[in-house]
């Protein structure tokens, strides 16, 4: 089954607005930006310096303008495109910047394996800055989006000597608790191996194939089936 690893890549999370909506320059699929992306972690950011899109809490206006702004910033480096996968704002919004490509804002190589965080690691930006208060909606939103694909999480702080994102972030990630409910990636990976042990040319894309011959007794598996089945229909 070769196209399995392959449907790693990229898992979907839930967002609110995509790049078009908040007036983004560089508008990109998942998977447009070249480089090696393989995630496996986390890192929450702030803005750097006070931001206006935290300074009227839950207008959406305000901070897709303060995205246009760090975007004209990054561009203006000579980076292909904002530096950030995702955003979070004070309105409980959730925005795609880059998405499922390689990150930009994130230096360093955590855990010492040679590979830089910018291909391993999904950088979330909170549109705030120093000495500004995330609102529960952002904290919210924070926890739904981490939720939706729940890896190790960290904050930049943990990368290099920075303030990002801010102590009430680094606080806030001390005490996160991924969603019980929710069945970490990396045994669903585990799950998926498992199925095509030894017989990797008999899923035909039945999306009932999980009934017949599964060998987990996880209560969850028929959920994560039908997200695996979309994840190869995307990659096919």
Known sequence: MANVPSARRFIVVAYDYDQGDWGAQRVFPDGGLPGLWVVDKWVLHYGGNASFGAKVPGDVQREMAALRVY??????????????????????????????????????????????????????????????????????????????????????????????PGDFWREW?????????????????????????GRPDEFQGDPEYWKHDVP?????????????????????
């Not at 005490?175 to 042990?197: G, K, N, R």
Request: overall charge negative; proline content about 4%; hydrophobic content about 35%.
């Open 71 to 164: 975007e004209q910033s990054h561009l203006s480096r000579g980076w292909r495109a904002i530096g950030y996968n995702y955003a979070v704002g004070n309105s409980g919004s959730v925005y795609r910047l880059r998405g499922e490509n390689p990150s930009g804002a994130t230096s360093g190589d955590y855990e010492g394996d040679g590979i830089p965080e910018n291909s391993e690691a999904r950088a979330v930006l909170w549109i705030g800055g120093l000495g500004q208060e995330p609102t529960a909606q952002a904290y919210a939103a924070m926890s739904r989006l981490i939720n939706d694909d729940p890896l190790l999480l960290t904050v930049h702080s943990d990368h290099k000597s920075t303030n990002c």
């Open 173 to 197: 990630s001390d005490s996160f608790v991924v969603d019980s409910d929710t069945m970490p990636i990396e045994q669903w990976f585990q799950m998926i191996d498992a199925l095509f042990v």
């Open 216 to 236: 987990t007794d996880s209560p969850e598996w028929e959920d994560f089936w039908s997200a695996f089945v979309q994840a190869i229909s995307l990659e096919s």
